[in-house]
């Protein structure tokens, strides 16, 4: 138990779906991230927050939406993905933003998507 | 881009050896952490060396930091069937707020 829980584990979806992954952490932290995880791949981060205001957009496609209503839970807003967008999605927080702090990051256990 | 490469990135080795693992860095930075992540799984941080740090210990792992070389390894002592995972290593640049990760070294222990 690292104190981030993502929700659903598993997600299934069709290319014309619309669905959301869910991201809540008991840390008490300030920032909350989402990285994508391909096979083989270095973690890509796509979006950050800190103190509820999005910092970072590394250039995700529109089709990924990120929100955040308050500094302990964070979305990602899926539509219309592609087969390519299959991978773990790893919703992570720390103290604060910056990692010259020496800021830890904890990540959640992730959500498989598959995209079909 | 990425930052910090793992090597090798695999190994596999017999319960009770020692596993080591590098990390070759391009830029200056201001940290460097390790992270496990067990199949399927999230990451968990294990460890951070900061820039001025040479070594650093934690229970059975121990992480060096060479700048000069830009490099770092991370040696598990004793190794369990429990050790078997993918390890990472992010650096912190000082230009840069964010974590550079690598693509991870898989390490298999044999029973």
């Known amino acids: 138990e690292t104190g981030v829980t993502q929700t659903p584990r598993h997600l299934v979806m069709g290319m014309t779906n619309k669905k959301s992954l869910k991201c809540e952490q008991h840390?008490?932290?300030?920032?909350m991230y989402w990285y994508k995880q391909s096979a083989k791949k270095p973690l890509e981060l796509m979006f950050v927050?800190?103190?509820?205001?999005?910092?970072e957009n590394n250039s995700v496609p529109s089709r990924f939406s990120p929100e955040c209503p308050n500094s302990s839970h964070l979305f990602l807003h899926l539509h219309t993905l592609q087969p390519e967008d299959s991978a773990l999605y790893l919703c992570?927080?720390?103290?604060?933003?910056?990692?010259?702090?020496?800021?830890?990051?904890?990540f959640g256990e992730g959500s498989w998507l598959t995209v079909v | 881009s990425q930052q910090g490469e793992e090597d090798p990135q695999a190994l596999s080795i017999q319960e009770g050896e020692n596993a080591t693992m590098n990390c070759s860095y391009k830029?200056?930075?201001?940290?460097l952490q390790w992270y496990r992540q067990n199949s399927g799984r999230g990451l968990v941080h294990l460890i951070l060396?900061?820039?001025n740090e040479r070594e650093k210990h934690s229970g059975r792992l121990r992480v060096t930091l060479d700048t000069s070389k830009k490099s770092s390894s991370l040696l598990i002592t004793a190794s369990r069937a429990a050790d078997t995972a993918s390890y990472f290593c992010?650096?912190?640049?000082?230009?840069?707020?964010?974590?550079?990760w690598g693509a991870g070294t898989k390490l298999i222990i044999k029973p």
């Open positions: 992570a927080s720390s103290q604060d933003f910056g990692a010259r702090g020496g800021n830890t990051i904890y």
């Open positions: 992010a650096t912190a640049a000082d230009s840069n707020y964010q974590l550079i």
């Open positions: 060396i900061r820039s």
């Open positions: 927050y800190n103190f509820k205001e999005q910092t």
């Open positions: 840390l008490g932290h300030n920032a």
């Open positions: 830029t200056s930075i201001n940290n």
